[in-house]
Each structure stands twice: as C-alpha cells, then as structure tokens.
Nanobody, 122 residues
C-alpha cells in the first residue's frame, strides 16, 4: 500500500507561484512513478506531470511546459510541483498519484492523495 498526502495549495494572483508537496509512504516499488494531476470544474481530470523516481525522467503536459517543474526529494520521500507564472486556467484541485511499472502522462495511476485546491485569480 501507498499513502499520499498533498499540501501547499492556496490562492494566488495570475503570474504568481506556488509549490505543492506530496508526502509519500508505503511500498517503494509501487510508487516508482509519481505524478501530479488536476481536475477543474466542468473538465476532465488531466495529467500535469510525471516523474520516474529511479531515473528522474519527467513528462509534462503542453500547457504547463516551461512553467511547472516536478521534482523529488528522496531523503524526505516527498514529491514537489513548483508552479510559476500561474494562470487562471490553472485553477483546479491538484492530486498526487503513484503507480509501479511504467511511467508517463497516459498511464493509469493506482494510488491517489486527497487533493489540494489551487485558485488563480486574474
């Protein structure tokens, strides 16, 4: 089993920054791939970024490339999402997720956190 707890959401004006954190615990192999997803009102959930913990290889959805950075701190078992140049369209609930083998934006993830709200005002 894997447990994921997000933190760091909040409200910010357009152009601002936020850093989300995800504290992970449980089976290491089952969280070989970590990711951030978001769900905005009236929209489908979408994958934002993924990170393969062994190699550090990352993937980003096009709308956040150059603005968001996914990273990990292995000593703290923590996943981060640094979000810069935020836009109103980034407003959503952000979820941390994990899976075992295979990593990328189009994979199905097994374990999910409870989510943290990010609101960007214009």
């Amino acid at each position: 089993q894997v447990q994921l707890v997000e933190s760091g959401g909040g409200s910010v004006q357009a152009g601002g920054s936020l850093r989300l954190s995800c504290a992970a615990s449980g089976n290491t192999i089952s969280r070989s791939c970590m990711g951030w997803f978001r769900k905005a009102p009236g929209k489908e959930r979408e994958a934002v970024a993924t990170l393969y913990t062994g190699s550090g290889i990352t993937s980003y959805t096009d709308s956040v490339k150059g603005r968001f950075t996914i990273s990990q701190d292995n000593t703290k078992n923590t996943l981060y999402l640094q979000m810069n140049s935020l836009k109103p369209e980034d407003t959503a609930i952000y979820y941390c997720a994990a899976r075992g083998w295979g990593c990328g934006l189009w994979y199905q993830f097994t374990y999910w956190g409870q989510g943290t709200q990010v609101t960007v005002s214009s």
